[in-house]
């Protein structure tokens, strides 16, 4: 995972801006904003929550790649710093990253959408739509039997395809635009 955007860097050099169906999109715009480093993750974690905040306060869109999923965390937090209301959040990932901690660890990677649920401007489960789950912790389980979780597993992807999930996720989340 650490090596995720070099290995994207060096490969998107050797990509045409084309489509599969051989559609042209070369007027594209990529910025790419460089690596998040450090050794004190407090302080890496709050260099990225800025940066996110001041790139949604701006309009613009992006798509964050690398580190492992605690990344997650600085980014949801530096969204819920630049808006005045409630989003949702699709995780798309074959665990759901609801822990309280892993390994005593709050901000895990397992924990992302746990620390989520912390934040001013996601009020509820009903904020989380979860796709491609294939396992759960057990702290996890305790949240899914309550059946506040809208979620549809890899089983669920596979069985009634795709375009169903994907519909499934825009009706229960078209509320949050």
Same mark, same amino acid.
Not at 87 to 105: R, V
């Given at each position: ?36 480093? =450090? ?38 937090? =530096? ?24 390994? =005593? ?26 796709? =491609? ?45």
């Amino acid at each position: 995972a650490a090596e995720a955007p070099q290995m994207l860097r060096a490969n998107t050099l050797h990509s045409t801006p084309c489509t599969e169906r051989l559609a042209w999109f070369d007027t594209l715009n990529v910025v790419d904003g460089g690596d998040f480093e =450090g050794s004190d993750r407090e302080e890496v974690f709050a260099e990225v929550q800025k940066y996110v905040a001041d790139l949604v306060r701006k309009g613009v869109r992006f798509t964050m790649v690398g580190g492992d999923h605690s990344v997650t965390i600085p980014v949801e937090r =530096g969204i819920n710093d630049a808006v005045d209301e409630e989003f949702g959040i699709i995780h798309i990932d074959a665990h759901m990253d609801l822990c309280e901690a892993l390994e =005593g660890d709050l901000l895990s990677h397992g924990s992302t959408e746990r620390r989520a649920l912390e934040l001013s401007h996601v009020k509820s489960l009903e904020n989380l739509y979860f796709i =491609g789950i294939r396992s759960i912790e057990p702290d996890e389980f305790e949240l899914y039997k309550e059946g506040n979780i809208q979620v549809k597993t890899a089983y669920d992807c596979y069985h009634e395809g795709i375009e169903a999930v994907a519909a499934d996720c825009i009706e229960k989340m078209k509320k949050f635009n």
